[in-house]
């Protein structure tokens, strides 16, 4: 999907898809949102692609672009590096989309990053985003084994690789200073529970 802003980025020169390795020289996507300007935009225009949504997701042909950055969002990452997007608790609050699909395209893809970023906190700072569970009744949407990079404004945390206990450390570090401990306790009553190895 893009919206207005690609046309202003377009318009300056920005965005020129000059470095892709398929589509070469064209945007790609398979919807479009905003005003009548960009539709206009896109009507007739051949540098823009409109194809179906099996092949704009699929992670096979995202991969064939080489440096690939993906940036998705989330609502809580857990600190096995377990992603929910689309609920709140039980609560359906938007559609799965292609979160997924991205993440493993650039993972395909020859340099390419797979970053979910999200703000630490939730509520004017009131909830951690960062936790040691994901919610009762939250859906993960992204598996922990697709997840490589979780940016929040306090640091990057480089998951690919590492064992649960490193994966809780490097999430720990960049959630909100004053929900850390909390979080380090809630990982500690979840090993002696026996959810998480010692």
Request: hydrophobic share 45%; glycine share 10%.
């Amino acid at each position: 999907m893009f919206s207005e802003g690609v046309v202003d980025l377009y318009d300056e020169g920005v965005i020129t898809n000059a470095r892709k390795t398929i589509n070469r020289d064209k945007m790609t996507a398979t919807f479009l949102m905003g005003t009548r300007r960009l539709y206009d935009f896109v009507d007739d225009n051949p540098a823009v692609n409109m194809f179906p949504v099996n092949y704009v997701n699929d992670p096979y042909i995202i991969g064939q672009n080489d440096n690939v950055v993906a940036i998705n969002s989330a609502i809580q990452v857990d600190i096995m590096g377990q992603v929910v997007a689309d609920t709140m608790g039980p609560v359906q609050f938007t559609g799965i989309g292609g979160q997924v699909d991205f993440m493993r395209g650039a993972a395909r893809s020859k340099g390419g990053k797979a970053i979910i970023a999200l703000p630490s906190t939730a509520k004017r700072g009131e909830v951690s985003r960062v936790v040691a569970k994901i919610g009762e009744g939250a859906a993960v949407t992204t598996m922990r084994a697709d997840v490589d990079y979780v940016v929040t404004e306090h640091g990057v945390a480089r998951l690919k690789g590492k064992m649960l206990r490193e994966r809780a450390e490097a999430l720990i570090a960049i959630a909100d200073p004053k929900f850390r401990d909390q979080i380090r306790e809630d990982v500690a009553a979840l090993r002696g529970a026996g959810w998480l190895p010692r």
